[in-house]
Protein backbone atom coordinates (compact mmCIF):
# COMPACT_ATOMS: atom_id res chain seq x y z
CA UNK A 1 0.00 0.00 0.00
CA UNK A 2 1.45 3.19 -0.45
CA UNK A 3 1.96 5.46 2.11
CA UNK A 4 0.59 8.57 0.28
CA UNK A 5 -2.71 7.00 -0.58
CA UNK A 6 -5.30 4.25 -0.42
CA UNK A 7 -7.50 6.27 -3.30
CA UNK A 8 -7.07 9.29 -5.89
CA UNK A 9 -9.35 12.10 -5.58
CA UNK A 10 -11.85 10.41 -8.14
CA UNK A 11 -12.60 7.38 -6.25
CA UNK A 12 -14.26 7.55 -3.28
CA UNK A 13 -17.60 6.53 -3.47
CA UNK A 14 -20.82 5.54 -0.94
CA UNK A 15 -19.35 2.39 -1.11
CA UNK A 16 -16.36 3.75 1.30
CA UNK A 17 -18.81 5.14 3.78
CA UNK A 18 -17.15 4.55 7.25
CA UNK A 19 -13.93 3.19 5.66
CA UNK A 20 -9.88 5.09 6.78
CA UNK A 21 -9.10 6.47 3.81
CA UNK A 22 -5.56 8.65 2.66
CA UNK A 23 -5.60 10.50 0.38
CA UNK A 24 -2.90 13.13 -1.56
CA UNK A 25 -2.86 16.26 -3.81
CA UNK A 26 -3.42 20.18 -4.14
CA UNK A 27 -5.38 21.76 -2.24
CA UNK A 28 -7.69 23.41 -4.64
CA UNK A 29 -10.20 25.51 -2.57
CA UNK A 30 -11.17 26.30 1.47
CA UNK A 31 -14.22 27.63 2.61
CA UNK A 32 -14.46 29.04 6.15
CA UNK A 33 -17.71 28.75 7.78
CA UNK A 34 -16.49 29.58 11.07
CA UNK A 35 -16.38 26.37 13.17
CA UNK A 36 -16.52 24.26 9.89
CA UNK A 37 -13.76 24.28 7.27
CA UNK A 38 -14.01 22.92 4.19
CA UNK A 39 -11.16 21.90 2.04
CA UNK A 40 -11.10 20.82 -1.83
CA UNK A 41 -8.26 18.30 -2.71
CA UNK A 42 -7.48 17.99 -6.65
CA UNK A 43 -5.32 15.22 -8.12
CA UNK A 44 -4.86 14.39 -11.42
CA UNK A 45 -8.33 12.53 -11.45
CA UNK A 46 -11.01 14.74 -9.71
CA UNK A 47 -11.60 16.51 -6.63
CA UNK A 48 -12.81 14.99 -2.94
CA UNK A 49 -14.33 17.60 -0.55
CA UNK A 50 -12.86 17.28 2.85
CA UNK A 51 -14.02 18.82 6.47
CA UNK A 52 -12.42 19.72 9.51
CA UNK A 53 -13.75 21.47 12.66
CA UNK A 54 -12.20 23.33 15.07
CA UNK A 55 -12.36 21.07 17.69
CA UNK A 56 -9.76 19.07 15.94
CA UNK A 57 -6.15 20.05 17.03
CA UNK A 58 -5.08 20.22 13.11
CA UNK A 59 -7.81 23.07 12.54
CA UNK A 60 -5.29 26.24 12.90
CA UNK A 61 -3.19 24.64 10.81
CA UNK A 62 -5.00 23.49 8.22
CA UNK A 63 -6.72 27.15 8.33
CA UNK A 64 -3.34 28.93 7.67
CA UNK A 65 -2.49 26.76 4.62
CA UNK A 66 -1.71 28.66 1.32
CA UNK A 67 -4.03 26.91 -1.85
CA UNK A 68 -2.21 24.86 -3.77
CA UNK A 69 -0.10 23.03 -0.88
CA UNK A 70 0.46 19.42 -1.29
CA UNK A 71 -1.30 17.54 1.44
CA UNK A 72 -1.71 14.26 2.56
CA UNK A 73 -4.67 13.95 4.39
CA UNK A 74 -5.71 10.81 6.50
CA UNK A 75 -9.38 10.71 7.88
CA UNK A 76 -13.18 9.00 7.19
CA UNK A 77 -15.53 8.68 4.39
CA UNK A 78 -19.13 10.51 5.24
CA UNK A 79 -22.26 10.22 2.93
CA UNK A 80 -22.82 13.75 2.16
CA UNK A 81 -26.82 14.25 3.02
CA UNK A 82 -28.83 14.63 0.16
CA UNK A 83 -29.25 18.85 0.22
CA UNK A 84 -25.57 19.22 -0.15
CA UNK A 85 -24.73 16.42 -3.03
CA UNK A 86 -22.20 18.02 -5.51
CA UNK A 87 -23.55 15.95 -8.91
CA UNK A 88 -20.60 18.38 -10.61
CA UNK A 89 -17.49 15.65 -9.61
CA UNK A 90 -17.54 12.00 -8.82
CA UNK A 91 -16.75 11.97 -5.58
CA UNK A 92 -19.99 14.64 -4.71
CA UNK A 93 -21.87 12.16 -2.94
CA UNK A 94 -19.26 11.26 0.36
CA UNK A 95 -17.11 13.44 1.77
CA UNK A 96 -13.62 12.89 4.27
CA UNK A 97 -13.48 13.77 7.45
CA UNK A 98 -9.63 15.17 8.04
CA UNK A 99 -8.05 13.18 11.30
CA UNK A 100 -4.49 13.65 10.04
CA UNK A 101 -2.47 15.40 7.85
CA UNK A 102 0.67 16.38 6.45
CA UNK A 103 2.03 18.93 4.30
CA UNK A 104 4.19 17.13 1.28
CA UNK A 105 4.63 20.82 -0.64
CA UNK A 106 4.62 23.75 0.58
CA UNK A 107 3.62 26.79 -1.61
CA UNK A 108 4.42 30.26 -2.19
CA UNK A 109 1.72 33.60 -2.92
CA UNK A 110 0.17 32.21 -6.41
CA UNK A 111 0.99 34.49 -8.88
CA UNK A 112 -2.62 33.78 -10.54
CA UNK A 113 -5.50 31.54 -9.56
CA UNK A 114 -5.29 27.98 -10.01
CA UNK A 115 -9.37 27.37 -8.86
CA UNK A 116 -10.38 29.74 -11.55
CA UNK A 117 -9.99 29.16 -15.65
CA UNK A 118 -10.94 33.04 -16.19
CA UNK A 119 -8.15 34.72 -18.69
CA UNK A 120 -4.86 35.84 -17.39
CA UNK A 121 -2.01 37.72 -19.62
CA UNK A 122 -0.55 35.40 -21.81
CA UNK A 123 2.73 36.46 -20.23
CA UNK A 124 1.65 35.36 -16.86
CA UNK A 125 0.23 31.59 -18.19
CA UNK A 126 3.20 30.93 -20.00
CA UNK A 127 5.91 32.04 -17.02
CA UNK A 128 3.81 30.25 -14.72
CA UNK A 129 3.20 27.46 -17.13
CA UNK A 130 3.18 24.63 -14.53
CA UNK A 131 0.32 26.60 -12.57
CA UNK A 132 -1.59 27.14 -15.54
CA UNK A 133 -1.75 23.26 -16.81
CA UNK A 134 -3.20 22.58 -12.88
CA UNK A 135 -6.33 24.52 -14.24
CA UNK A 136 -9.23 22.47 -15.03
CA UNK A 137 -9.94 23.01 -18.78
CA UNK A 138 -6.44 23.17 -19.91
CA UNK A 139 -5.61 20.25 -17.74
CA UNK A 140 -7.99 18.23 -19.43
CA UNK A 141 -7.09 19.47 -22.70
CA UNK A 142 -3.73 18.08 -22.09
CA UNK A 143 -5.28 14.91 -21.01
CA UNK A 144 -7.67 14.85 -24.09
CA UNK A 145 -4.43 15.08 -26.39
CA UNK A 146 -3.14 12.27 -24.52
CA UNK A 147 -5.98 10.24 -25.05
CA UNK A 148 -6.04 10.70 -28.89
CA UNK A 149 -2.77 10.28 -29.47
CA UNK A 150 -3.15 7.01 -27.86
CA UNK A 151 -6.19 5.82 -30.33
CA UNK A 152 -4.36 7.35 -33.09
CA UNK A 153 -1.80 4.97 -32.34
CA UNK A 154 -3.80 2.08 -31.71
CA UNK A 155 -5.74 2.90 -34.97
CA UNK A 156 -2.42 3.28 -37.34
CA UNK A 157 -1.27 -0.30 -35.59
CA UNK A 158 -4.99 -1.88 -36.53
CA UNK A 159 -4.96 -0.58 -40.45
CA UNK A 160 -1.07 -2.13 -40.57
CA UNK A 161 0.85 0.28 -40.18
CA UNK A 162 4.23 0.10 -38.73
CA UNK A 163 5.62 3.09 -35.92
CA UNK A 164 9.48 3.87 -36.65
CA UNK A 165 11.18 6.93 -35.26
CA UNK A 166 13.54 9.55 -38.06
CA UNK A 167 16.26 11.73 -37.24
CA UNK A 168 16.28 14.64 -35.52
CA UNK A 169 19.57 16.25 -36.96
CA UNK A 170 19.54 16.20 -40.73
CA UNK A 171 20.13 18.37 -43.08
CA UNK A 172 18.41 21.44 -44.27
CA UNK A 173 16.30 21.59 -46.99
CA UNK A 174 16.11 24.99 -49.16
CA UNK A 175 12.04 24.02 -49.81
CA UNK A 176 9.19 25.04 -47.13
CA UNK A 177 9.44 26.94 -44.09
CA UNK A 178 13.09 28.51 -41.96
CA UNK A 179 14.95 25.88 -40.74
CA UNK A 180 15.93 25.77 -37.59
CA UNK A 181 19.74 25.20 -37.48
CA UNK A 182 22.51 23.12 -35.62
CA UNK A 183 25.91 24.01 -35.08
CA UNK A 184 28.06 20.81 -35.64
CA UNK A 185 31.30 20.70 -33.10
CA UNK A 186 32.80 17.54 -34.77
CA UNK A 187 32.65 19.02 -38.47
CA UNK A 188 33.28 23.05 -38.23
CA UNK A 189 31.70 25.50 -40.41
CA UNK A 190 28.37 23.24 -41.22
CA UNK A 191 25.10 22.72 -39.85
CA UNK A 192 22.44 20.33 -38.82
CA UNK A 193 18.94 21.43 -39.72
CA UNK A 194 15.95 20.09 -37.81
CA UNK A 195 13.50 18.64 -39.67
CA UNK A 196 10.31 20.71 -40.93
CA UNK A 197 8.93 17.23 -41.02
CA UNK A 198 10.01 13.90 -41.84
CA UNK A 199 9.41 13.71 -46.26
CA UNK A 200 12.57 12.53 -47.33
CA UNK A 201 12.80 9.80 -44.36
CA UNK A 202 9.52 8.57 -44.94
CA UNK A 203 9.66 8.77 -48.50
CA UNK A 204 13.39 6.41 -48.03
CA UNK A 205 11.40 3.95 -45.62
CA UNK A 206 9.02 3.16 -48.21
CA UNK A 207 11.80 2.85 -50.98
CA UNK A 208 13.58 0.13 -48.15
CA UNK A 209 10.68 -2.40 -48.79
CA UNK A 210 8.87 -1.15 -45.62
CA UNK A 211 5.32 -1.02 -46.81
CA UNK A 212 3.16 1.05 -44.18
CA UNK A 213 4.76 3.53 -41.97
CA UNK A 214 3.35 6.12 -39.51
CA UNK A 215 4.91 8.33 -36.42
CA UNK A 216 3.77 10.99 -34.11
CA UNK A 217 6.86 13.37 -35.25
CA UNK A 218 8.15 16.21 -33.63
CA UNK A 219 8.49 18.65 -36.51
CA UNK A 220 10.27 21.90 -36.07
CA UNK A 221 9.57 25.53 -38.30
CA UNK A 222 10.89 29.16 -37.81
CA UNK A 223 7.83 30.49 -38.11
CA UNK A 224 5.78 33.29 -37.23
CA UNK A 225 2.85 32.19 -34.77
CA UNK A 226 -0.65 32.14 -35.41
CA UNK A 227 -3.82 30.99 -33.85
CA UNK A 228 -3.63 27.52 -35.25
CA UNK A 229 0.24 27.54 -35.45
CA UNK A 230 2.99 27.12 -33.14
CA UNK A 231 5.81 29.02 -33.16
CA UNK A 232 8.62 26.77 -33.31
CA UNK A 233 8.10 22.81 -32.79
CA UNK A 234 4.34 21.12 -33.60
CA UNK A 235 3.46 16.98 -33.89
CA UNK A 236 2.03 15.78 -36.37
CA UNK A 237 0.86 12.00 -37.39
CA UNK A 238 3.30 11.14 -40.08
CA UNK A 239 2.24 8.35 -42.59
CA UNK A 240 3.33 6.97 -45.58
CA UNK A 241 1.81 4.00 -47.72
CA UNK A 242 3.58 1.97 -50.56
CA UNK A 243 1.33 0.89 -53.93
CA UNK A 244 -0.98 2.82 -53.38
CA UNK A 245 -3.12 5.92 -55.27
CA UNK A 246 -4.63 9.04 -53.63
CA UNK A 247 -8.18 7.13 -53.02
CA UNK A 248 -6.15 4.35 -51.41
CA UNK A 249 -4.47 7.39 -48.79
CA UNK A 250 -8.48 8.92 -48.46
CA UNK A 251 -9.64 5.48 -47.74
CA UNK A 252 -7.16 5.40 -44.47
CA UNK A 253 -7.32 8.95 -43.42
CA UNK A 254 -11.30 9.25 -43.44
CA UNK A 255 -11.80 6.31 -41.51
CA UNK A 256 -9.09 7.13 -39.33
CA UNK A 257 -10.38 10.82 -38.64
CA UNK A 258 -13.95 9.49 -38.61
CA UNK A 259 -13.64 7.08 -35.68
CA UNK A 260 -10.95 9.63 -33.64
CA UNK A 261 -13.85 12.72 -33.81
CA UNK A 262 -16.47 10.50 -33.32
CA UNK A 263 -14.80 8.48 -30.34
CA UNK A 264 -13.66 11.93 -28.66
CA UNK A 265 -16.70 14.13 -29.56
CA UNK A 266 -20.35 14.60 -29.93
CA UNK A 267 -20.36 16.94 -32.24
CA UNK A 268 -22.09 15.90 -35.89
CA UNK A 269 -19.97 14.94 -38.86
CA UNK A 270 -21.53 16.59 -41.56
CA UNK A 271 -20.38 14.43 -44.29
CA UNK A 272 -18.88 10.59 -43.60
CA UNK A 273 -17.79 10.63 -47.18
CA UNK A 274 -15.79 13.32 -47.29
CA UNK A 275 -16.17 15.72 -50.21
CA UNK A 276 -13.26 16.19 -53.06
CA UNK A 277 -13.32 19.52 -54.33
CA UNK A 278 -10.64 21.06 -56.84
CA UNK A 279 -8.19 23.66 -55.60
CA UNK A 280 -9.66 25.96 -58.54
CA UNK A 281 -13.05 25.71 -57.55
CA UNK A 282 -12.55 26.58 -53.63
CA UNK A 283 -10.55 29.08 -54.70
CA UNK A 284 -13.45 30.37 -56.51
CA UNK A 285 -16.35 29.14 -54.48
CA UNK A 286 -14.65 29.92 -51.09
CA UNK A 287 -11.98 32.54 -52.00
CA UNK A 288 -10.07 30.25 -49.89
CA UNK A 289 -8.64 26.66 -50.30
CA UNK A 290 -9.22 26.45 -46.56
CA UNK A 291 -12.97 25.95 -46.62
CA UNK A 292 -15.25 25.75 -43.96
CA UNK A 293 -18.17 24.15 -45.10
CA UNK A 294 -20.18 24.54 -42.39
CA UNK A 295 -21.08 28.05 -44.03
CA UNK A 296 -23.31 28.03 -46.89
CA UNK A 297 -22.03 30.95 -48.82
CA UNK A 298 -21.14 30.35 -51.86
CA UNK A 299 -19.28 33.35 -54.09
CA UNK A 300 -20.48 33.49 -57.99
CA UNK A 301 -17.98 34.89 -60.69
CA UNK A 302 -20.37 37.98 -62.12
CA UNK A 303 -17.74 39.31 -64.26
CA UNK A 304 -19.65 38.75 -67.73
CA UNK A 305 -22.49 40.59 -66.40
CA UNK A 306 -20.51 43.68 -66.67
CA UNK A 307 -20.02 43.69 -70.24
CA UNK A 308 -23.71 44.21 -70.53
CA UNK A 309 -25.16 47.30 -71.99
CA UNK A 310 -28.27 47.28 -69.20
CA UNK A 311 -25.40 47.44 -66.64
CA UNK A 312 -24.48 51.03 -66.06
CA UNK A 313 -21.95 50.61 -63.31
CA UNK A 314 -19.37 52.59 -64.78
CA UNK A 315 -16.77 52.05 -62.06
CA UNK A 316 -16.98 48.20 -62.70
CA UNK A 317 -17.50 48.20 -66.08
CA UNK A 318 -14.17 50.04 -66.46
CA UNK A 319 -11.91 47.83 -64.07
CA UNK A 320 -13.27 44.94 -65.59
CA UNK A 321 -11.66 45.87 -68.98
CA UNK A 322 -8.55 46.45 -67.01
CA UNK A 323 -8.28 42.53 -66.17
CA UNK A 324 -10.26 42.76 -62.82
CA UNK A 325 -12.88 40.75 -61.78
CA UNK A 326 -16.28 40.80 -60.03
CA UNK A 327 -17.16 38.22 -57.72
CA UNK A 328 -20.42 38.26 -55.18
CA UNK A 329 -22.48 36.21 -52.53
CA UNK A 330 -25.71 35.83 -52.42
CA UNK A 331 -28.14 35.99 -48.73
CA UNK A 332 -31.12 33.86 -48.58
CA UNK A 333 -33.96 36.17 -47.91
CA UNK A 334 -32.96 38.97 -46.34
CA UNK A 335 -34.89 41.76 -47.88
CA UNK A 336 -36.15 42.22 -44.11
CA UNK A 337 -32.69 42.90 -42.87
CA UNK A 338 -32.68 46.54 -42.03
CA UNK A 339 -30.31 48.85 -43.80
CA UNK A 340 -28.02 48.78 -40.74
CA UNK A 341 -27.01 45.72 -41.60
CA UNK A 342 -26.06 46.18 -45.18
CA UNK A 343 -23.86 49.32 -44.23
CA UNK A 344 -22.68 47.08 -41.22
CA UNK A 345 -20.80 45.48 -44.04
CA UNK A 346 -19.54 47.57 -46.09
CA UNK A 347 -18.23 49.75 -43.54
CA UNK A 348 -16.14 46.20 -42.03
CA UNK A 349 -14.89 45.96 -45.41
CA UNK A 350 -13.46 49.17 -45.78
CA UNK A 351 -12.11 49.18 -42.05
CA UNK A 352 -10.13 46.10 -43.95
CA UNK A 353 -8.91 48.68 -46.05
CA UNK A 354 -10.88 47.31 -49.15
CA UNK A 355 -13.16 49.69 -51.61
CA UNK A 356 -16.31 48.34 -49.53
CA UNK A 357 -19.16 46.09 -51.13
CA UNK A 358 -21.38 46.98 -53.09
CA UNK A 359 -24.97 45.64 -52.28
CA UNK A 360 -28.33 45.33 -53.25
CA UNK A 361 -31.49 43.46 -52.54
CA UNK A 362 -33.40 41.60 -55.61
CA UNK A 363 -37.60 43.06 -55.41
CA UNK A 364 -40.27 42.22 -57.76
CA UNK A 365 -43.79 44.05 -58.40
CA UNK A 366 -44.12 44.38 -61.86
CA UNK A 367 -41.11 43.71 -62.73
CA UNK A 368 -37.59 42.78 -60.96
CA UNK A 369 -35.47 45.56 -59.43
CA UNK A 370 -32.72 46.11 -57.03
CA UNK A 371 -33.02 48.45 -53.79
CA UNK A 372 -30.07 49.30 -52.39
CA UNK A 373 -26.86 51.93 -52.80
CA UNK A 374 -26.04 50.83 -56.82
CA UNK A 375 -29.57 48.75 -57.67
CA UNK A 376 -30.51 51.78 -59.86
CA UNK A 377 -26.97 50.55 -62.90
CA UNK A 378 -29.32 47.43 -63.63
CA UNK A 379 -31.56 46.77 -65.70
CA UNK A 380 -34.23 43.93 -65.27
CA UNK A 381 -32.43 41.47 -67.76
CA UNK A 382 -29.83 41.93 -66.61
CA UNK A 383 -30.67 41.09 -62.67
CA UNK A 384 -32.36 38.30 -64.27
CA UNK A 385 -29.57 36.67 -66.07
CA UNK A 386 -27.28 37.53 -62.52
CA UNK A 387 -29.55 35.74 -60.87
CA UNK A 388 -29.77 32.97 -63.19
CA UNK A 389 -25.48 32.76 -62.84
CA UNK A 390 -26.07 32.78 -59.16
CA UNK A 391 -29.60 30.90 -58.45
CA UNK A 392 -30.65 34.03 -56.76
CA UNK A 393 -34.11 34.60 -56.08
CA UNK A 394 -36.65 37.78 -55.18
CA UNK A 395 -35.86 38.86 -51.59
CA UNK A 396 -32.32 37.63 -51.46
CA UNK A 397 -29.53 40.14 -51.43
CA UNK A 398 -26.17 40.53 -53.00
CA UNK A 399 -23.12 41.44 -52.28
CA UNK A 400 -20.27 42.39 -54.60
CA UNK A 401 -16.48 43.46 -55.02
CA UNK A 402 -14.50 43.92 -57.85
CA UNK A 403 -10.34 43.95 -58.18
CA UNK A 404 -7.68 41.42 -59.18
CA UNK A 405 -7.88 37.23 -58.97
CA UNK A 406 -5.25 37.80 -55.40
CA UNK A 407 -7.59 40.11 -53.87
CA UNK A 408 -10.73 39.41 -55.03
CA UNK A 409 -10.52 35.78 -53.57
CA UNK A 410 -9.06 37.31 -50.10
CA UNK A 411 -12.15 39.64 -50.29
CA UNK A 412 -14.51 37.49 -50.75
CA UNK A 413 -13.57 34.94 -48.45
CA UNK A 414 -13.05 37.01 -45.47
CA UNK A 415 -16.62 38.26 -46.17
CA UNK A 416 -18.28 35.15 -46.85
CA UNK A 417 -16.80 34.36 -43.39
CA UNK A 418 -18.12 37.95 -42.02
CA UNK A 419 -21.45 37.47 -43.62
CA UNK A 420 -22.18 34.48 -42.35
CA UNK A 421 -21.36 34.98 -39.02
CA UNK A 422 -23.43 38.15 -38.59
CA UNK A 423 -26.44 35.71 -39.64
CA UNK A 424 -25.20 33.30 -38.08
CA UNK A 425 -24.83 30.98 -40.27
CA UNK A 426 -22.07 28.78 -38.70
CA UNK A 427 -23.51 25.54 -36.81
CA UNK A 428 -20.69 25.21 -33.90
CA UNK A 429 -21.84 21.55 -33.01
CA UNK A 430 -20.82 20.36 -36.78
CA UNK A 431 -17.36 18.95 -38.17
CA UNK A 432 -17.46 19.35 -41.94
CA UNK A 433 -14.38 17.87 -43.67
CA UNK A 434 -13.31 18.22 -47.04
CA UNK A 435 -10.64 17.10 -49.55
CA UNK A 436 -9.07 20.05 -51.48
CA UNK A 437 -7.33 17.99 -54.68
CA UNK A 438 -5.44 19.13 -58.41
CA UNK A 439 -3.44 21.41 -56.34
CA UNK A 440 -0.94 23.18 -59.55
CA UNK A 441 2.06 21.66 -59.82
CA UNK A 442 3.99 25.56 -60.03
CA UNK A 443 3.31 28.92 -59.21
CA UNK A 444 4.93 31.91 -60.27
CA UNK A 445 6.50 33.15 -56.98
CA UNK A 446 5.57 36.85 -56.20
CA UNK A 447 8.40 38.10 -54.70
CA UNK A 448 10.86 37.42 -57.98
CA UNK A 449 8.59 36.12 -60.78
CA UNK A 450 10.06 33.06 -61.53
CA UNK A 451 7.94 29.95 -61.48
CA UNK A 452 8.27 27.24 -58.28
CA UNK A 453 6.66 24.56 -56.93
CA UNK A 454 3.24 25.84 -55.23
CA UNK A 455 3.07 22.80 -52.68
CA UNK A 456 5.50 19.73 -52.41
CA UNK A 457 8.35 19.28 -55.05
CA UNK A 458 8.84 15.73 -54.79
CA UNK A 459 5.11 15.17 -55.74
CA UNK A 460 3.67 13.47 -58.60
CA UNK A 461 2.32 15.55 -61.69
CA UNK A 462 -1.09 14.28 -62.55
CA UNK A 463 -1.74 13.15 -66.70
CA UNK A 464 0.21 10.45 -68.97
CA UNK A 465 4.08 10.95 -67.81
CA UNK A 466 5.08 10.43 -71.59
CA UNK A 467 2.93 12.87 -73.10
CA UNK A 468 3.34 15.72 -70.35
CA UNK A 469 3.65 19.47 -71.44
CA UNK A 470 6.65 20.33 -69.91
CA UNK A 471 6.44 23.90 -71.88
CA UNK A 472 3.38 24.82 -70.36
CA UNK A 473 4.39 24.27 -66.18
CA UNK A 474 1.62 26.39 -65.28
CA UNK A 475 -1.34 24.53 -66.54
CA UNK A 476 0.49 21.44 -64.96
CA UNK A 477 -1.46 19.94 -61.90
CA UNK A 478 -0.04 17.72 -59.21
CA UNK A 479 -1.47 14.58 -57.03
CA UNK A 480 -1.28 16.84 -54.21
CA UNK A 481 -3.88 17.06 -51.53
CA UNK A 482 -5.00 18.92 -48.57
CA UNK A 483 -7.88 18.03 -45.64
CA UNK A 484 -9.71 20.59 -43.90
CA UNK A 485 -11.65 20.79 -41.32
CA UNK A 486 -13.91 23.89 -40.05
CA UNK A 487 -11.89 26.06 -42.49
CA UNK A 488 -8.66 24.68 -40.36
CA UNK A 489 -6.12 22.82 -42.67
CA UNK A 490 -5.22 19.90 -40.99
CA UNK A 491 -2.74 17.92 -43.26
CA UNK A 492 -0.68 18.42 -46.86
CA UNK A 493 -0.57 15.11 -48.35
CA UNK A 494 0.67 13.85 -51.93
CA UNK A 495 1.55 10.44 -54.02
CA UNK A 496 5.60 11.08 -54.43
CA UNK A 497 7.38 11.55 -57.75
CA UNK A 498 9.22 8.41 -57.65
CA UNK A 499 11.10 8.67 -60.95
CA UNK A 500 14.71 10.12 -60.60
CA UNK A 501 14.57 11.48 -64.05
CA UNK A 502 10.96 13.03 -63.53
CA UNK A 503 12.32 14.41 -60.45
CA UNK A 504 15.19 16.33 -62.30
CA UNK A 505 13.07 17.78 -65.09
CA UNK A 506 10.77 19.07 -62.73
CA UNK A 507 13.47 20.76 -60.53
CA UNK A 508 15.03 22.08 -63.76
CA UNK A 509 11.64 24.04 -64.19
CA UNK A 510 11.76 25.45 -60.51
CA UNK A 511 15.01 26.20 -61.54
CA UNK A 512 17.47 23.89 -59.80
CA UNK A 513 20.62 22.31 -62.32
CA UNK A 514 20.76 17.75 -61.77
CA UNK A 515 24.15 19.40 -59.27
CA UNK A 516 21.99 21.63 -57.23
CA UNK A 517 19.60 18.43 -57.13
CA UNK A 518 22.54 16.10 -56.00
CA UNK A 519 23.55 18.09 -53.35
CA UNK A 520 20.61 19.21 -51.98
CA UNK A 521 18.55 15.49 -52.15
CA UNK A 522 21.33 13.18 -52.49
CA UNK A 523 20.05 10.53 -50.00
CA UNK A 524 16.43 11.24 -51.71
CA UNK A 525 17.52 11.02 -55.72
CA UNK A 526 20.11 7.92 -54.50
CA UNK A 527 17.79 5.59 -53.08
CA UNK A 528 14.98 6.38 -56.18
CA UNK A 529 17.94 5.18 -58.27
CA UNK A 530 17.72 1.56 -56.78
CA UNK A 531 14.27 0.58 -57.16
CA UNK A 532 11.12 2.50 -55.93
CA UNK A 533 7.71 1.38 -55.27
CA UNK A 534 4.80 3.91 -55.92
CA UNK A 535 4.13 5.71 -52.65
CA UNK A 536 2.29 8.65 -51.43
CA UNK A 537 1.32 9.77 -47.61
CA UNK A 538 0.20 12.59 -45.72
CA UNK A 539 0.64 13.85 -42.00
CA UNK A 540 -2.72 15.46 -40.40
CA UNK A 541 -1.14 17.92 -37.92
CA UNK A 542 -1.72 16.53 -33.99
CA UNK A 543 -2.56 19.91 -32.47
CA UNK A 544 -5.09 21.07 -34.72
CA UNK A 545 -6.57 17.81 -34.27
CA UNK A 546 -6.88 18.13 -30.34
CA UNK A 547 -8.05 22.24 -31.06
CA UNK A 548 -10.94 21.05 -32.99
CA UNK A 549 -11.90 18.19 -30.66
CA UNK A 550 -11.16 20.39 -27.29
CA UNK A 551 -13.07 23.36 -29.40
CA UNK A 552 -10.79 25.67 -28.98
CA UNK A 553 -9.40 28.85 -30.94
CA UNK A 554 -6.49 28.67 -30.13
CA UNK A 555 -3.27 26.53 -31.09
CA UNK A 556 -1.49 27.24 -26.91
CA UNK A 557 -4.54 25.53 -25.16
CA UNK A 558 -3.92 22.25 -26.51
CA UNK A 559 0.22 21.91 -26.09
CA UNK A 560 1.62 21.38 -22.62
CA UNK A 561 4.25 23.59 -22.55
CA UNK A 562 4.07 26.41 -25.78
CA UNK A 563 6.32 29.16 -26.71
CA UNK A 564 5.09 32.89 -26.99
CA UNK A 565 4.30 34.92 -30.12
CA UNK A 566 7.78 35.90 -30.40
CA UNK A 567 8.72 32.02 -29.85
CA UNK A 568 10.38 33.06 -26.35
CA UNK A 569 9.71 30.03 -23.45
CA UNK A 570 9.20 32.36 -20.50
CA UNK A 571 9.18 29.50 -18.20
CA UNK A 572 12.85 27.87 -19.51
CA UNK A 573 13.72 31.04 -20.51
CA UNK A 574 14.61 30.23 -23.64
CA UNK A 575 16.71 31.08 -26.15
CA UNK A 576 18.84 32.35 -24.23
CA UNK A 577 22.79 33.54 -24.59
CA UNK A 578 25.75 30.59 -24.70
CA UNK A 579 28.93 30.92 -22.88
CA UNK A 580 32.23 31.42 -24.74
CA UNK A 581 33.59 28.14 -24.36
CA UNK A 582 30.43 26.91 -26.00
CA UNK A 583 31.00 29.14 -28.99
CA UNK A 584 34.37 28.14 -28.94
CA UNK A 585 33.65 24.86 -28.73
CA UNK A 586 31.39 25.00 -31.99
CA UNK A 587 34.05 26.82 -33.89
CA UNK A 588 31.78 29.97 -33.46
CA UNK A 589 31.89 33.65 -32.72
CA UNK A 590 28.83 36.27 -32.56
CA UNK A 591 28.84 39.53 -34.68
CA UNK A 592 27.01 42.48 -33.10
CA UNK A 593 24.48 43.98 -35.05
CA UNK A 594 25.18 47.57 -35.61
Not at 53 to 75: A, C, H, P
Not at 565 to 578: C, F, G, I, K, R
Amino acid sequence: MSKYRTHTCSQLTKKEVGSKVKISGWINKKRDHGNLLFVDLRDNYGITQCIIDQENKNFKEIEKLQLETVVKIEGSVLERTTETINKEILTGEIEVSIDEFEVLGTCKELPMPVFSDQEYAEEIRLKYRFLDLRRKKIHENILLRSKVISFIREQMNKFGFLEFQTPILTSSSPEGARDFLVPSRLNPGKFYALPQAPQQFKQLIMVSGFDRYFQIAPCFRDEDARADRSPGEFYQLDLEMSFVEQEDVFKVVEELLINTFKKFSDKKMLFEIFPRISYDEAMLKYGSDKPDLRNPLVINDITEIFSRDDVSFEIFKKLVKNGSLVRCIVTKNTKEKPRSFFDGIDKWAKDQGWAGLAYFTLEQDKEITAKGPVGKFFKEEALKELMKITNAEVGDSIFFACNKKDEIEKITAQAREKIASDLQLIDENIFAFCWIVDYPMFEIDESNGQIGFSHNPFSMPQGNLETLNFEKPLEMKAYQYDIVCNGIELSSGAIRNHKPELMYKLFSIAGYTKEQVDEKFSGMINALSYGAPPHGGIAPGIDRIVMLLANEKNIREVTMFPMNQNAQDLMMNAPSEVSENQLKELNLSLKKRN
